[in-house]
């Protein structure tokens, strides 16, 4: 008796002999990402997110194929395989102003400030928003595709450059959503931040070869509107579903997108763990 109360006695005077027999905490940094990732793709689920990225695409289908197919038809253009790659990088875009909002949520609020102080891998609530926005790339491809197949639009390459269609879609959406997540992280203003994200989004889309022709273009402006990435994304993206996409053609769009990821990808990473 006297032997055990001395013993809890010891228990508690010294805090750390309560733990003694406690296995070691060993973070694992795949677990933290699963948690997050987890955590943001659930909130998507819950929240109807996800059901929003498979519409979009049917809003962007109905608004952009609608109004010109008549038009495209008559300068013998099929305008549904002419438009669908630009569609698709339009719902891409979408998933980059959702990682923003995200991101500038999350520090806003103190989320982000709460994670540096804790025993979490450095990049690891990056790479969980990043691949949290994948899912949200994946889900509103695949309805980008089904809708474009509604009105017309095809993979007549084969699986082979279908697949290659896919995956720089996804590359691209991928690479814009690190850009924008940087940029959220910087800003703290989700609002604010969809509105500046909103403007070269416009811009960039309309003054495209992904809508109309380069020749539909006055002649001044051409030269942007022929070499701007939106154009060149479209160019290898319309080649991947038609006949399959060369070599001359896909390398530039491969600069573009390379560019834009040595660009992106440093100033997500500082902006992420960056002490306010």
């Known amino acids: 008796m006297t032997a055990a109360t001395g013993e809890r006695a010891d228990h508690r005077t010294d805090p750390a002999a309560l733990f003694a027999e406690l296995p070691v905490a060993e973070p694992s ?12 793709v659930w909130t998507m689920a819950t ?17 952009f194929y609608l109004p010109l197919r008549f038009v495209m038809k008559f300068h ?26 995200l991101s500038a949520f999350e520090a806003l609020t103190g989320l982000s400030t709460r994670l540096q102080t804790m025993p979490i891998g450095t990049l690891v609530p990056l790479t969980a928003r990043i691949c949290a926005g994948l899912v949200r790339s994946v889900v509103s491809l695949i309805g980008a595709v089904l809708f474009g197949h509604m009105i017309g639009f095809r993979f007549e390459a084969g699986f082979g450059q ?51 022709p380069e020749g539909n273009f006055p002649e001044w402006i051409r030269p942007f509107a022929r070499n701007q990435p939106i154009s060149q994304f479209s160019f290898a993206m319309r080649d991947m579903a038609a006949d399959g996409v060369t070599w001359q053609v896909l390398w530039v769009p491969l600069v573009w997108l390379g560019g834009l990821a040595i660009a992106f990808i440093p100033f997500a990473v500082w902006a992420s763990v960056r002490r306010a």
């Open 76 to 101: 013998g253009i099929d305008y549904a395989q002419f438009v669908m790659p630009v569609i698709v990088l339009q719902t891409m875009a979408f998933t980059m102003m959702s990682n923003a909002q």
């Open 29 to 40: 940094s795949f677990a933290q990402w699963r948690a997050l990732t987890g955590r943001v």
């Open 47 to 63: 929240k109807g997110e996800l059901i929003v990225a498979f519409i979009t695409p049917l809003v962007f289908t109905l608004g």
């Open 162 to 212: 279908a697949a290659l269609f896919c995956a720089f879609s996804l590359g691209v959406g991928t690479v814009l959503a690190i850009g924008a997540d940087g940029l959220g992280s910087v800003t703290k203003s989700p609002e604010s931040l969809s509105q500046a994200l909103t403007l070269p989004t416009i811009i960039f889309g309309m003054l495209s070869c992904g809508f109309v």
